[in-house]
């Protein structure tokens, strides 16, 4: 764990230069739009470890994977997200030298992200290797007013010099994945021009032949009055800048305004790339940086309305929950439903494809409750609109009859993940994305869905689930066998008891979905099941068997649900007896160890006991979290959030307190020594679900909101806001008192413990 960052409210903040530290500040202050989004590296050269790194959402390769053990049903390709053509970069020369903080002496260095306005700075005064000193103040941001523009005011100052300086701005996309293997690139250039007045690029990828036409634009202050300059335009392969000279005097500024376009085939024809560029280049220049910003800033002050969390007396934890709500926002704002929510976001290519069954377990809770509904609404037709490639996933492996497995890691819709125990054994994924509609349903009382989309989606995955199991002679009961469950550190096991319990509840609430259906709409019910050659009566009386008999492991003398089949074959141990430095397990020891070894990298049987909490009794919750997280090693993301939300319900609070600030600051302090590789961005609404499903203990039942909130006692006092239903309800915690209301719409009845109140 890494502690680094200084702790503020609203701010992230980096004083004095680690070079050792440069790859996790480049993830944790990365910015985003929901277009396109930017790693935090320099924007002046810089010779030391880095990784550059533009994305623009729905961009990716297919990165061949092919191997020697080639099975029926393997993944043709491993979606790769794109490193893409890069704007940020301000070439400085002065005097024949290049500025690189990695040459010459650093006197002071601060980066700073100001979360609510969405604002990263960053100033240091450098020593050249020449005895030459300059001062640079360098403001950046992605714009949520305008997806597809990005700005930079960089100013530099020479403290104790005259002289010349020599200023490129160009547009790069000679750029090159981290995953790429023999530094192989995936983009082609299409078409490059520059000006005096702005470069542009336009670079195809290789194979899906996305078009990504970046530009830039910009302006020159000196001592804060603008200056028109001589701009000697540059292009070579994938490359266009432009170039100029300025003489200038010691203690006497200089500011160079870099404005920039990045529009994709995606959402222009691709002829009309170009034209376009150069129309929304001359718009941007005469807006500006500051007029942009202003734009930018309200926007973001806008979101923060109704998704801010306050934590009074514990900064850590305040900073926490702002990081990873703004992490959020700035990831995906439900503007467009071709789009989804990929683990790493905009910073960094980790993970590769954009969706995994995080969006539907973990991100779909925070933005029902902070965004209008429309935008989780997007993310299931998201799923709908795969559905038939979900189809062809499951009939590569011989599923018939419309069944459907979705994919663990798609872009598309097709699988295109290539490691053999995630790809066919972690099946738990449909589950989710079932459990994903329902989840939205009981938020928002839209039973509609299931009538546009959400049924053909159920019995699809119904379909899977009844092919899927099979019927064991030596236990009388249906079993599932070689699959992995959430605890990825247990492959190929048999009767993994949330898989299959995901199976049957899906089974179960598909039937229910139908009877809403044919209620809502009986013909629309007759044409779908025509359509899709559904046979009522016999698959569901083929589900109701699966239902009435299938294997759910259990142990009996401890009161537990069994992970899997032989987990009480595994020397039972727990976390404490670890040496330090065994930790973390996936970076420390073989993958064979992990396996045979009971630790546990997240919540597996405590995901199931999560989902259908009420379900289950008081003592059940409390002798399995007592039985497995002792074991749990916590090396997912996705694994604090869940036990936060158990422990709560249990009332242990110092644990359900612990958990928290590991979700929370998981990457603000490198908990798991990866945040080097871009910040855990699905993980992150665990964090929001931490707060408003655990301390606030919110839930919906029959429609109506439920509360059982306490507070850590690190904490006076916590609230946020939720969405519901056409209403906005404020929650004030504090010690010793509970205050929610409605503060837009109309009044709703709520329940705060065992008492019923009209807020």
Excluded at 235 to 245: C, D, L, N
Excluded at 303 to 319: L, N, P, S, V, Y
Excluded at 339 to 357: A, D, H, R, V
Aim: one cysteine or more; proline letters at 2%.
């Amino acid at each position: 764990m890494k502690q680094y960052l200084k702790h503020d409210p609203w701010k992230i903040i980096e004083e004095g230069f680690s070079p050792e530290y440069n790859r996790i500040s480049e993830s944790v202050f990365s910015l985003g739009n929901g277009r396109m989004g930017q790693r935090a590296t320099f924007e002046e050269d810089y010779s030391g470890d880095t990784h550059q790194g533009s994305y623009v959402a729905g961009v990716y390769y297919p990165d061949k994977t092919r191997v020697g053990w080639w099975k029926n049903g393997y993944p043709e390709y491993f979606a790769k997200v794109l490193n893409a053509p890069s704007w940020i970069d301000i070439k400085i020369t002065i005097d024949g030298e290049v500025l690189d903080l990695a040459k010459g002496k650093v006197a002071s260095f601060r980066r700073e992200l100001d979360m609510q306005s969405g604002l990263l700075t960053r100033t240091f005064t450098l020593t050249m290797n020449s005895g030459k000193q300059v001062s640079v103040e360098a403001k950046r941001f992605c714009s949520m007013a305008d997806g597809e523009v990005g700005a930079i005011r960089y100013t530099i100052t020479p403290l104790n010099f005259s002289g010349q300086i020599e200023i490129e701005l160009p547009v790069d996309a000679d750029v090159v994945n981290k995953d790429s293997n023999y530094d192989e690139k995936f983009w082609l250039e299409i078409y490059k021009a520059a000006t005096a007045e702005h470069a542009m690029v336009i670079a195809e990828t290789k194979k899906t032949a996305f078009q990504v036409c970046t530009g830039m634009t910009y302006s020159v202050l000196q001592n804060k009055t603008a200056v028109q300059v001589e701009g000697n335009a540059f292009t070579k392969e994938k490359y266009a800048s432009v170039a100029f000279t300025l003489n200038v005097k010691a203690q006497e500024e200089v500011c160079i305004e870099k404005l920039a376009v990045v529009l994709s085939s995606e959402n222009y024809k691709k002829e009309n790339l170009a034209g376009a560029c150069e129309k929304k280049l001359v718009n941007v220049k005469k807006e500006g940086f500051s007029k942009l910003f202003e734009a930018h800033k309200t926007n973001w002050l806008k979101r923060w309305e109704g998704a801010d969390i306050t934590i009074e007396g514990d900064i850590a934890a305040q900073q926490g929950i702002r990081f990873n709500i703004f992490q959020l926002m700035q990831t995906y704002t439900g503007e467009d439903e071709r789009l989804n929510i990929g683990p790493k976001g905009f910073t960094g290519e980790k993970y590769g494809g954009s969706t995994y069954w995080d969006t539907e377990a973990y991100c779909l809770p925070f933005y029902l409750g902070t965004a209008e509904e429309k935008v989780a609404r997007n993310l299931l037709v998201y799923r709908h609109k795969h559905l038939q490639r979900a189809i062809e996933n499951a009939a590569k492996l011989g599923f018939t009859n419309g069944a459907a497995l979705y994919p663990m890691v798609t872009m598309n819709g097709e699988e295109c993940h290539n490691e053999w125990e995630i790809t066919f054994e972690e099946i738990h994924r449909n589950g989710a994305i079932a459990y994903g509609i329902y989840d939205y349903i009981r938020y928002t009382g839209d039973e509609s869905y299931l009538v546009q989309y959400g049924l053909e989606v159920l019995i699809a995955i119904s379909r899977f689930w009844a092919q899927r199991v099979n019927w064991s002679a030596d236990k009388h009961k249906y079993v599932m066998l070689g699959v992995t469950g959430p605890n990825e550190y247990e492959n190929n096991v048999n009767n993994n008891w949330y898989t299959n319990l995901l199976a049957v509840w899906t089974l179960e609430y598909t039937q229910q979905a139908l009877e809403s259906v044919k209620r809502q709409d009986q013909k629309a019910f007759e044409t779908l099941a025509k359509r899709i050659s559904f046979n009522e009566s016999e698959e569901t009386s083929k589900w109701m068997d699966i239902r009435t008999n299938i294997y759910l492991p259990e142990d009996t003398i401890r009161g537990v649900f069994l992970q899997q089949d032989g987990f009480l074959d595994k020397e039972l141990l727990t976390v404490s007896q670890l040496r330090k430095e065994d930790r973390p397990l996936n970076q420390k020891w073989s993958w064979d160890r992990i396996l045979r070894s009971c630790f546990i990298k997240q919540a597996d049987v405590l995901q199931g006991m999560y989902f259908f909490e009420e379900r289950f009794t008081h003592d059940e919750l409390k002798r399995n979290f007592d039985f497995y997280e002792p074991m749990t090693v916590h090396e997912s993301s996705l694994s604090p959030c869940v036990h936060v939300i158990l422990a709560s319900v249990l009332g242990y609070k110092e644990k359900a307190y612990e958990m928290y600030l590991r979700t929370s600051r998981l990457d603000l302090d490198d908990y798991n020594n990866d945040t080097e590789d871009g910040c855990h961005i699905t993980s992150m609404a665990g964090t929001w679900m931490s707060v408003v499903k655990g301390f606030g203990g919110m839930r919906v039942r029959d429609g109506k909101l439920h509360f059982n909130p306490f507070i850590p006692d690190q904490w006076k006092s916590y609230s946020f806001k939720l969405e519901f239903r056409g209403r906005v309800i404020q929650v004030n915690v504090s010690k010793g008192s509970t205050d929610i209301k409605v503060i837009s719409g109309d009044p709703l009845e709520i329940i705060v413990g065992e008492e019923k109140a009209l807020a």
